[in-house]
């Protein structure tokens, strides 16, 4: 019996770094890849690699029924697919970029005017290593859109479906990206404190990994029962003594403590608005915005 082989294509536009992490995952899965860029440079470089050239916005979208976008926000989805909105009838956009909820049910909605399918993702990446054990995609749109592409998609990570709001792919993914952010700059700001003080970072790393391991408890903790307050007074105002003394060894060699004073702002506010009120005010009231 022979067995019957066809090759899979897909389009990709935007070639950023993690458009270009897409085509190599495409690629190595066998795809054939179309590919265009605003900036034609990065088009040579993946040509280089396998992929094939599209000369127009409306060349990729015609070389295809799924063209994969990887922009850096919404507003680029509108000066690309703008050039070729004519091009769109009965394709499926697969748009990856990272935005707002409410701008990518705007541009799905744009997409879908012009007689496409839409699905939204969030590249939840270690960075735009894609085949990094940790990396996985958010998805969210019309099931049955997802469903129908899904093992097209495949090649570029692991996937989560979330549901039919095509805004929730970016719920999550900006969520995750509010942890991530602040622990950023405050990686920064403790590595900067263990240099400045004299010390090799590399000593240090592995303290930093290991008590890392803690957070899931501290998930866990915070949100059991949907608690409202996790912490009484007595550990607000531990938590306002504990980041003085971050801000001390910071400061004290020389060290931004930024992000450490912001924290502090937040559990003063806790500390205040529960004086005031005569019961715990938790630092997640603050955040909502129901006390201040
Ligand atoms: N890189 C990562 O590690 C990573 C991880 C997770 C998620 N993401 C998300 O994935 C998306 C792409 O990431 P990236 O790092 O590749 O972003 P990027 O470096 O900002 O590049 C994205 C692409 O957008 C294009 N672009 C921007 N504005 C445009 C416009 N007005 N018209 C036409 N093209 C435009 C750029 O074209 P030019 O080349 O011509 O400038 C480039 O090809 C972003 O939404 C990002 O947040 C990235």
């Known amino acids: 019996m022979s067995e019957q082989h066809t090759t899979r294509s897909v389009s990709v536009i935007g070639l950023g770094p993690m458009g270009q992490a897409m085509v190599r995952a495409f690629l190595a899965a066998g795809f054939e890849v179309t590919v265009w860029n605003r900036s034609t440079a ?34 680029a989805m509108y000066d690309v697919l703008g050039q070729a909105a004519d091009h769109l009838t009965g394709k499926v956009i697969a748009n990856l970029s990272s935005d707002s909820p409410e701008k990518t049910r705007v541009g799905a909605g744009w997409v879908r005017s012009h007689g496409a399918q839409f699905i939204s993702g969030g590249v939840m990446s270690a960075g735009d290593n894609l085949v990094h054990p940790a990396s996985y995609i958010f998805y969210s749109g019309p099931r049955e859109v997802f469903d129908a592409h899904a093992e097209l998609l495949r090649p570029l990570s692991p996937q989560e479906y979330l549901g039919a709001d095509d805004g929730l792919a970016q719920i999550y993914y900006q969520a995750l990206l509010t942890i991530m952010h602040p622990w950023l700059i405050g990686f920064e700001q403790a590595i900067a404190v263990i240099e400045r003080s004299g010390h090799d970072i590399d000593r240090f790393i592995p303290f930093a990994v290991r008590s890392n391991a803690a957070f899931p408890y501290f998930m866990a903790e915070s949100t059991a029962a949907k608690k409202k307050a996790w912490l009484d007074l007595a550990s607000l105002i531990m938590m306002d003594a504990g980041v003085q003394h971050v801000i001390d060894a910071s400061e004290e060699v020389g060290v931004d403590a930024t ?32 006390k201040s």
């Open 42 to 75: 990065k088009i040579d470089a993946m040509v280089e690699l396998g992929a094939k050239r599209a000369e127009t916005v409306a060349a990729a979208l015609d070389a295809n029924e799924v063209t994969v976008l990887s922009l850096t926000h919404y507003a």
């Open 259 to 290: 992000i450490s004073h912001t924290a502090q702002a937040f559990w003063r506010k806790a500390i205040a608005a529960s004086e005031q009120a005569g019961r715990v005010v938790s630092t997640r009231e603050i955040i909502r915005g129901e």
